[in-house]
């Protein structure tokens, strides 16, 4: 059974820091890539932040490009999106998901595994 269990959400101010994680099971993590998306309340799914399987490519969106930082542990089966600088318009609902295609994927419509989701709220 395949399941990916976000974590780390929460209500932080503007400026702050957050580290989110997403532990994956029921599938080879080490040959998929993975991403984070996030779904503000009204708004579609948008890409934040994607990694390739051996972790060596990276690509986010340009909203969050060097604030974010996508890593994931291959031996833990683990993939963390650390989050600085944080703005009020980066509150969401965040997503982690996983695509046995082994690059880097940015079209939610690539993943085909989903987790629940965690909330980050960022205060003004």
């Known amino acids: 059974q395949v399941q990916l269990v976000e974590s780390g959400g929460g209500l932080v101010q503007a400026g702050g820091s957050l580290r989110l994680s997403c532990a994956a099971s029921g599938f080879t993590f080490s040959t998929y890539c993975m991403g984070w998306f996030r779904q503000a309340p009204g708004k579609e799914r948008e890409f934040v932040a994607t990694?390739?399987?051996?972790?060596?490519?990276?690509e986010y969106a340009d909203s969050v490009k060097g604030r974010f930082t996508i890593s994931r542990d291959n031996a833990k089966n683990a993939l963390y999106l650390k989050m600085n600088t944080l703005k009020p318009e980066d509150t969401a609902v965040y997503f982690c998901?996983?695509?046995?295609?082994?690059?880097?994927?940015?079209?939610?419509?690539?993943?085909?595994?989903w987790g629940q989701g965690t909330q980050v709220t960022v205060s003004s």
């Open positions: 998901a996983g695509s046995n295609y082994g690059g880097t994927l940015q079209s939610p419509n690539a993943y085909d595994y």
């Open positions: 990694i390739s399987w051996s972790g060596g490519s990276t």
